[in-house]
């Protein structure tokens, strides 16, 4: 009792000592972003810009940092692994719901099984809890998860489910279907603010959909209270809106700079840049899926990127940082594969492709095309930062190995219905790590396009290798880091081997920022405004 | 008139429906909202899932039928990316859009008639030829860059004005507006400039040619001659009947500034329905874009209507036409 009674009061104390160290003038910090969240309903739609608004008001067990990349533990205080299936975890005492009622295994039950049950959700989480197979109070303040397959990287996606309240009354039987419940929290009760996303540094205040949203700290918060009294999180999608907000002083940081305003923004002497490479590769991928392909002519009908050493041309013929510091003013950093350095799973021994068109010259003289093909080059017109004009950059690149390239954009409404139906021949796309480690983004990529399982999903070029399937396979159940991180690298090396990808770069995330203010760049490009703080 | 009434109200059934079929044609052929909406991570299942959420699995004459079941009962449907009745959202957006297009087109009413009617009466004078060259720059200017260069002028390097945004609001009399506050007024008088510059010069030179015309006319030569005041025969005559040509294009100008501020609305960032427009349609929310354009449509046939109705009341011509046929 009286060694509790020791560490409550050092916790008391930490606490003081963090209260103090937030200066009184701290009071509303005024975001600008690009995209704002659709929902405050933590399980309604999984995208990127509600991944933002749900770390701010709605732990989950655990929280995947973007700056240093580490698992930090949030709603669960601890866990361990015991055999390779099960996971105990133990849930943090002090968290309360806005009612005073404290976190129970019986909610943690509720909200995974929500997650497969949010009416009429445009775009479900499921596929992070896929391999859950059970759930179950362990009793003590501790929840026991049986998955049903060793899964490395469980904790990692936990940590994009918020937990809610459990409103049922009773304590659910998990199962993969509805758990026995047949009525599910509404979306429109937490947008309207009648249901409390959970527990975060900040509650909702008021969601005025595509407009703005107004947040409040939650002072009942278990952990480190935020610097800020409450954030105001505009909707500002227009980039030149969005620069003259925040130089107009309507905002104090904005998100997604645009490359043409970053040297405003340094010359002003009144704001400044917050950066990181992210996890987003923004790449090429060749069609290798059909034996005739559709935007491809002058080659006697055959699809010349099944033969890699097409494939290789194309990566000779790209001059990456030229790309990287001209038409991306420096804010991106020339890419060797596809996860980005500084994450899980990245081979430190590749190097980007060197530039050297006369090699590449050479390779498709070599496959029989010695004076090249035409070829049409398609890329999303509004979907990447500068995307347009990188795609012109590398049109121009490739006419220089003797291609004959027209380049042909659609705008992001209609350009991945196009290159989901393979109507593409070599198209320009992005692609981030959801979960902030390599596995799934490998999976994603360079994993054979398989829907019923999950793999491939972006990989419309349906690039395919036996061996990278295989180490990606053997990842998936690997526990032991270092074991499973060799197995990434093995998969890295042979898309690299293979010429699978021409990957490009990965884009920095770019914050524009008013001095005076600390705003933390994050590789995920999440937007956490509870680390924000004066300074 | 009863009978042009219906007519006018049968067309409008009739333009409603054609629309809302184009929109949702239009749509279906531009992409799959799905493809949007869904995480390119997400499982096939999940896919499947989203898309019988969003009724998007059944053939399109049935998505159809099935909007037009609701709507003919008050109900347009449910935002696809907010999942909130669409009428809701609708009437979240309205008011920011009707203050900042009728302030605009106060601003432009204001300015553009009366000078247009100095610079149509004195087209040889200075300040004649200096409306008309500011109304040549008004419309050659695109909206967007003018928008810009104000916020750069206004908000930035001379900061009086706030960038972008509606103001506080503040109800009186039932009505909530960002037009009860000062700090709403100093929001939007930037945007409302901008959106009314352009309709300005255009109603300038309506005015200046209109006014032309007139003077000219037979009937004005007379009251001169009768010795009619001035003042009198500009007010009376000249202005009055100017006004016939002036109203028709008054009336397309007002509803465009209150349906398509979409540009202003943008550069602006004002939350109005304009904004709201652009964003839905680049993810495809269709019900949106259906409810948002047909709203549009019924605003463009009630404000034709009421300028018929103004015509028969102001122009002399028609209204003698219409107590003779009486």
């Given at each position: 009792?009286?060694?509790l009674s020791?560490?409550?009061?050092g916790v008391?104390?930490?606490?003081?000592?963090?209260?103090s160290?937030?200066?009184?003038?701290?009071?509303?910090?005024?975001?600008?972003?690009?995209?704002?969240?659709?929902s405050?309903?933590?399980?309604?739609?999984?995208?990127?810009?509600?991944?933002?608004l749900?770390?701010?008001?709605?732990?989950?067990l655990?929280y995947?940092?973007?700056?240093?990349?580490?698992?930090?533990?949030?709603?669960?205080?601890?866990?361990?692994?015991?055999?390779?299936?099960?996971?105990?975890?133990?849930?943090?005492?002090?968290?309360?719901?806005?009612?005073?009622?404290?976190?129970?295994?019986?909610?943690?039950?509720?909200?995974?099984c929500?997650?497969?049950?949010?009416?009429?959700?445009?775009?479900?989480?499921?596929s992070?809890?896929?391999?859950?197979?059970?759930?179950?109070?362990?009793?003590?303040?501790?929840?026991?998860?049986?998955?049903?397959?060793?899964?490395?990287?469980?904790?990692?996606?936990?940590?994009?489910?918020?937990?809610?309240?459990?409103?049922t009354?009773?304590?659910?039987?998990y199962?993969?279907k509805?758990?026995?419940?047949?009525?599910?929290?509404?979306?429109?009760?937490?947008?309207?603010?009648?249901?409390?996303?959970?527990?975060?540094?900040?509650r909702?205040?008021?969601f005025?959909p595509?407009?703005?949203?107004?947040?409040e700290?939650?002072?009942?918060?278990?952990g480190?209270?935020?610097?800020?009294d409450?954030?105001?999180?505009?909707?500002?999608?227009?980039?030149s809106?969005?620069?003259?907000a925040?130089?107009g002083?309507?905002?104090?940081v904005?998100?997604?700079?645009?490359?043409?305003?970053?040297?405003?923004?340094q010359s002003s002497?009144?704001?400044?840049?917050s950066?990181?490479?992210?996890?987003?590769l923004?790449f090429?991928?060749?069609?290798?899926?059909?034996e005739?392909?559709?935007?491809?002519?002058?080659?006697d009908?055959?699809?010349?990127?099944?033969d890699?050493?097409?494939?290789?041309?194309?990566?000779?013929?790209?001059?990456?940082?030229?790309?990287?510091?001209?038409?991306?003013?420096?804010m991106?950093?020339?890419?060797?594969?596809?996860?980005?350095?500084?994450?899980?799973g990245?081979?430190?021994?590749?190097?980007?492709?060197?530039?050297?068109?006369?090699?590449?010259k050479?390779?498709?003289?070599?496959?029989g095309?010695?004076?090249?093909?035409?070829?049409?080059?398609?890329?999303?017109?509004?979907?990447?930062?500068?995307?347009a004009?990188?795609?012109?950059?590398?049109?121009?690149?490739?006419?220089?190995?003797?291609?004959?390239?027209?380049l042909?954009?659609?705008?992001?409404?209609?350009?991945f219905?196009k290159a989901?139906?393979?109507?593409?021949?070599?198209?320009?796309?992005?692609?981030?790590?959801?979960?902030?480690?390599?596995?799934?983004?490998?999976?994603?990529?360079?994993?054979?396009?398989?829907?019923?399982?999950?793999?491939?999903?972006?990989?419309?070029?349906?690039y395919?290798?036996?061996?990278?399937?295989?180490?990606?396979?053997?990842?998936?159940?690997?526990?032991d880091?270092?074991?499973?991180?060799?197995?990434l690298?093995?998969?890295?090396?042979e898309?690299y081997?293979?010429?699978?990808?021409?990957?490009?770069?990965?884009?920095?995330g770019?914050?524009?920022?008013?001095?005076?203010i600390?705003?933390?760049?994050?590789?995920?490009?999440?937007n956490?405004f509870?680390?924000?703080?004066?300074e | 008139?009863?009978?042009?009434?219906?007519?006018?109200?049968?067309?409008?059934v009739?333009?409603?429906?054609?629309?809302?079929?184009?929109?949702?044609?239009?749509?279906?052929?531009?992409?799959n909202p799905?493809?949007i909406?869904?995480?390119s991570?997400?499982?096939?299942?999940?896919?499947?899932?989203?898309?019988?959420a969003?009724?998007?699995?059944?053939?399109?004459?049935?998505?159809?039928?099935?909007?037009?079941?609701?709507?003919?009962?008050?109900?347009?449907?449910t935002?696809?990316?907010?999942?909130?009745?669409?009428t809701?959202?609708?009437?979240?957006?309205?008011?920011?859009?009707?203050?900042?297009?009728?302030?605009?087109?106060?601003?432009?009413?204001?300015?553009s008639?009366?000078?247009?009617?100095?610079?149509?009466?004195?087209?040889?004078?200075?300040?004649?030829?200096?409306?008309?060259?500011?109304?040549?720059?008004?419309?050659?200017?695109?909206?967007?860059?003018?928008g810009?260069?104000?916020?750069?002028?206004?908000g930035?390097?001379?900061?009086i004005?706030?960038?972008?945004?509606?103001?506080q609001?503040?109800?009186?009399?039932?009505?909530?507006t960002s037009?009860?506050?000062?700090?709403?007024?100093?929001?939007?008088?930037?945007?409302?400039?901008?959106?009314?510059?352009l309709?300005m010069?255009?109603?300038?030179?309506?005015?200046?040619?209109?006014?032309?015309?007139?003077?000219?006319?037979?009937?004005?030569?007379?009251?001169?001659?009768?010795?009619?005041?001035?003042?009198?025969?500009?007010?009376?005559h000249?202005?009055?009947?100017?006004?016939?040509?002036?109203?028709?294009?008054?009336?397309?100008?007002?509803?465009?500034?209150?349906?398509?501020?979409?540009?202003?609305?943008?550069v602006?960032?004002?939350?109005?329905l304009?904004?709201?427009?652009?964003?839905?349609?680049?993810?495809?929310?269709?019900?949106?874009?259906v409810?948002?354009l047909?709203?549009?449509?019924?605003?463009?046939?009630?404000?034709?209507?009421?300028?018929?109705?103004?015509?028969?009341?102001?122009?002399?011509?028609?209204?003698?036409?219409?107590?003779?046929?009486?």
């Open positions: 009792m009286k060694k020791l560490a409550s009061f008391a104390l930490a606490t003081a000592t963090s209260l160290a937030v200066p009184a003038a701290a009071e509303q910090l005024r975001v600008g972003l690009a995209a704002l969240a659709t405050v309903d933590p399980h309604f739609h999984r995208a990127g810009y509600n991944f933002d749900r770390e701010n008001i709605s732990d989950a655990v995947t940092n973007g700056v240093n990349g580490t698992v930090e533990p949030r709603l669960a205080k601890s866990w361990e692994i015991q055999g390779d299936t099960k996971w105990v975890i133990a849930l943090e005492p002090k968290a309360k719901f806005d009612d005073g009622d404290g976190l129970g295994a019986d909610d943690v039950i509720y909200s995974i929500r997650v497969r049950n949010v009416p009429n959700s445009p775009g479900l989480f499921s992070f809890i896929a391999t859950i197979a059970n759930i179950k109070d362990a009793g003590d303040g501790k929840i026991e998860i049986d998955t049903n397959k060793p899964d490395p990287n469980l904790l990692r996606s936990l940590s994009n489910i918020g937990i809610v309240q459990n409103p009354g009773r304590t659910l039987a199962d993969d509805t758990c026995g419940n047949d009525n599910w929290l509404e979306t429109a009760g937490f947008n309207s603010g009648k249901v409390s996303p959970g527990i975060g540094h900040y909702v205040k008021k005025t595509d407009v703005e949203i107004e947040l700290r939650n002072d009942q918060y278990y480190t209270p935020p610097a800020y409450s954030v105001l999180v505009k909707s500002l999608p227009d980039n809106a969005r620069i003259a925040l130089l002083g309507s905002v104090d904005i998100n997604a700079v645009p490359i043409n305003s970053i040297d405003s923004i002497g009144k704001y400044h840049l950066s990181k490479p992210s996890t987003l923004i090429l991928l060749p069609d290798q899926g059909q005739k392909t559709p935007k491809v002519s002058g080659t009908g055959k699809n010349p990127f099944l890699p050493r097409v494939r290789k041309a194309l990566n000779l013929a790209i001059n990456r940082e030229q790309i990287a510091e001209t038409v991306m003013g420096g991106a950093q020339a890419a060797s594969q596809i996860i980005v350095d500084g994450v899980f990245h081979e430190p021994d590749l190097q980007p492709y060197a530039y050297d068109p006369q090699e590449a050479r390779l498709l003289a070599e496959a095309y010695p004076n090249g093909f035409s070829l049409t080059l398609n890329a999303p017109s509004d979907r990447y930062v500068n995307g004009q990188v795609a012109q950059a590398v049109t121009a690149m490739l006419s220089q190995i003797g291609l004959n390239v027209t042909e954009t659609f705008p992001f409404s209609i350009y219905t989901s139906a393979y109507e593409f021949s070599l198209y320009l796309a992005g692609a981030a790590a959801d979960t902030g480690e390599g596995l799934s983004q490998m999976i994603n990529l360079a994993g054979t396009r398989n829907p019923d399982r999950g793999w491939g999903g972006a990989n419309r070029g349906r395919s290798s036996k061996v990278t399937d295989k180490a990606l396979e053997d990842a998936q159940s690997t526990l880091d270092a074991e499973r991180e060799e197995l690298r093995t998969a890295v090396a898309v081997k293979d010429d699978g990808y021409v990957p490009l770069y990965h884009e920095f770019v914050w524009g920022v008013r001095n005076g600390h705003y933390d760049a994050n590789a995920n490009l999440t956490i509870y680390t924000a703080r004066p | 008139m009863l009978s042009f009434v219906l007519q006018r109200l049968l067309q409008s009739v333009v409603v429906f054609v629309l809302s079929i184009v929109l949702f044609v239009g749509v279906w052929l531009i992409g799905a493809d909406l869904i995480s991570e997400a499982s096939e299942a999940d896919r499947l899932a989203a898309i019988t969003l009724g998007l699995d059944k053939p399109l004459w049935q998505q159809y039928l099935i909007f037009l079941g609701n709507a003919v009962q008050g109900d347009w449907g935002s696809f990316v907010y999942k909130e009745p669409v809701s959202i609708l009437l979240q957006r309205l008011p920011a859009s009707l203050e900042l297009g009728l302030v605009a087109f106060i601003i432009a009413i204001a300015v008639v009366p000078a247009g009617l100095y610079a149509g009466l004195k087209p040889e004078s200075p300040l004649g030829r200096g409306v008309m060259a500011f109304s040549l720059i008004g419309v050659s200017i695109p909206t967007f860059w003018q810009m260069l104000l916020i750069v002028a206004f930035i390097a001379l900061p004005l706030p960038v972008g945004d509606r103001g609001v503040a109800t009186h009399f039932g009505i909530t037009l009860w506050t000062l700090d709403g007024w100093s929001h939007v008088v930037m945007p409302a400039f901008s959106l009314a510059l309709k010069s255009l109603l300038m030179r309506v005015t200046r040619a209109a006014t032309m015309e007139i003077s000219r006319l037979d009937f004005v030569k007379f009251a001169y001659a009768k010795g009619v005041r001035g003042r009198k025969v500009v007010v009376r000249i202005l009055r009947n100017a006004l016939v040509p002036l109203i028709t294009v008054t009336g397309i100008e007002l509803a465009n500034l209150l349906a398509y501020g979409v540009i202003t609305e943008t602006f960032s004002w939350p109005g304009g904004k709201l427009l652009i964003n839905s349609i680049k993810v495809l929310d269709r019900p949106l874009i409810a948002q047909t709203y549009t449509a019924l605003l463009f046939i009630f404000i034709n209507f009421i300028v018929d109705i103004l015509h028969m009341s102001i122009d002399p011509r028609v209204k003698s036409v219409l107590r003779r046929a009486a």
